[in-house]
């Protein structure tokens, strides 16, 4: 929605010293939950003491944003993925420091040539509904992601997969055979959608959701969340530790805090720094900060006028002001991108130029391009963490080279019936386990989620060269040309990374925070 004409947000009243959370504040927080910071997040709380042995019982309280969908298959949404992760498993999780524990699977080998996978699954696993998950569930579960006549959000990133190449070898064992070499292909068995359902899932999760997970749901609503209770069957022994889950849904975010303060959730699975603000000086209150790769952004149609002319895009680019948006926006929590979401967490080291804001040189790059007077345009973004702040701030940022923007923002649920079909939008990009996920997701050609439209074929070549590579050095010198692609020709802006952050009060303990916002409570207990 548009603002209305009220007073627009001014980065420079954020001065650093307010927004920045102190180092003494997030160390007691994650103190207190019985984890620490570690290169590449934090470390699982589990595997350290959390102020003794886990209690029983209880009802835990979590606020989530808004869910599009229930459907596993279909859902994209933070607040749906946290919802189902409750209550349906993957084949394996991805750790903070991006190792892989086993779940359903308990092993998994490779060819020499990368092209089949096979898994061993994990006996004596029931659904829900008391049948024993078998090699059949997991074919099926996979065979609807990869289905080409009802397209999924992961379908663009299983194009190496077919149906014909999932195979049932025995009720405990599959193999994927791949149509390419994929080198990591494990990590693709824990993307949001591809939790193991029962082979004859027929939709309508909602009104009967049956997973193998630590939970059972037992009631849903799109306005008001959801409850769960504790699935007494669950092959994890002696996890879970809570009777119950309510999953509450927030509208805003920014109501989430206040939520929080007065108890009437335990936990919120994600918020912003600015919103994080109001939390700061509450002893009551822990804070739990993730290296990450989220990132914000800024996508323009480059098939489409103005941005259809890359001299344009690049000049957007030189406008922003990238340190002070990290300062101002996030408190200093956060890191300066350079226009690729290849952050420095990945294995896969980066060597390219930083740019850095030149407005003379943007101004040149108009003038070429035939704009020397600038152009009016809607900028798209939704409700949801630091999006509405810094859509507010880029019009200031592109107003010094004729660039007049006017912030749309919108409800969530709107933004995304549309996000992709927008010239010119910002949105939140949550981390992936593996780098070439978010880059398959949104800049290969034929990606769904390519809101750019942007197509390269030597990008889609060196991406395909990439995931069939095992050898690490190698592989950072396909993503150095990747990326060197996305910050020449600019199909989004991605100024700045985000530690993610997700806050609880000090009754939880044994939560831990996650570099992909994926959210385990299954080893999450209530203190008195």
């Known amino acids: 929605m548009d603002n209305g004409g009220r007073r627009g947000f001014d980065l420079e009243e954020l001065r650093p010293a307010r927004l920045s959370l102190s180092r003494r504040h997030f160390v007691r927080g994650i103190s207190a939950l019985g984890i620490g910071l570690g290169a590449a997040g934090v470390l699982d709380g589990r595997a350290l003491a959390a ?251 480059c098939d489409v006028k103005p941005f259809n002319d890359p001299r344009v895009r690049r000049a957007v680019a030189l406008c922003l002001n990238r340190p002070g948006l990290v300062a101002g926006l996030l408190g200093g929590h956060g890191s300066i991108a350079n226009d690729h979401p290849i952050a420095s967490l990945y294995p896969e080291r980066v060597t390219l130029e930083q740019r850095v804001a030149d407005r003379d040189q943007a101004k040149a790059l108009l003038v070429e391009a035939g704009y020397a007077s600038g152009f009016d345009i809607d900028l798209y973004t939704h409700q949801f963490l630091d999006l509405p702040q810094y859509a507010a701030v880029i019009p200031q940022m592109l107003a010094a080279v004729g660039i007049r923007v006017r912030p749309k923002v919108e409800p969530t649920s709107l933004y995304y019936s549309h996000w992709t079909e927008v010239p010119f939008g910002l949105t939140e990009w949550t981390s992936r386990p593996a780098v070439d996920q978010l880059l398959a997701l949104a800049f290969a050609g034929s990606a769904p989620w390519n809101a750019a439209h942007w197509k390269n074929p030597d990008f889609d070549a060196l991406l395909a060269d990439f995931q069939a590579e095992p050898d690490l050095n190698r592989r950072a010198e396909l993503a150095t040309g990747m990326a060197r692609l996305l910050n020449d020709e600019v199909p989004a802006v991605i100024a700045y990374f985000v530690k993610t952050l997700r806050a609880a009060n000090g009754r939880v303990r044994g939560l831990t925070g996650n570099l992909a916002n994926s959210l385990d409570l299954s080893g999450v207990w209530l203190d008195v």
């Open 51 to 301: 102020d003794g042995a886990p209690k029983r019982g209880g009802i835990l309280k979590v606020a989530i944003s808004p869910a599009n969908t229930l459907d596993p298959v279909q859902l994209v949404a933070p607040g749906a993925i946290a919802l189902i992760q409750q209550v349906a498993e993957y084949l394996v999780r991805v750790e903070p420091d991006l190792t892989l524990r086993p779940v359903l699977a308990t092993s998994w080998t490779a060819s020499d040539d990368g092209r089949v996978w096979s898994f061993e699954l994990r006996q004596g696993v029931r659904f829900h509904d008391g049948r024993t998950l078998s090699a059949s569930d997991v074919v099926a579960s996979f065979a609807r992601l990869v289905d080409r006549a009802n397209p999924t959000p992961t379908s663009s990133l299983l194009s190496f997969l077919s149906r014909d190449g999932i195979v049932r070898v025995d009720d405990a064992n599959v193999e994927f055979r791949l149509d390419r070499p994929v080198a990591n292909f494990p990590y693709y068995t824990q993307l949001a959608n591809a939790v193991i359902l029962p082979s004859d899932y027929a939709g309508r999760f909602g009104e009967k959701a049956v997973g193998t997970g630590p939970y059972r749901l037992l009631t849903y609503s799109t306005k008001i969340g959801a409850r769960l209770e504790r699935n007494p069957d669950y092959w994890g022994a002696p996890e879970p530790y809570v009777d119950g889950i309510e999953m509450l849904i927030f509208e805003t975010a920014a109501q989430m805090p206040l939520a929080l303060q007065s108890g009437a959730v335990h936990i919120v699975h994600q918020l912003s720094y600015l919103e994080a603000l109001a939390l700061l000086d509450d002893p009551a209150i822990n804070l739990i900060e993730t290296n990450s790769a989220d990132h914000r952004q800024l996508h323009m149609r």
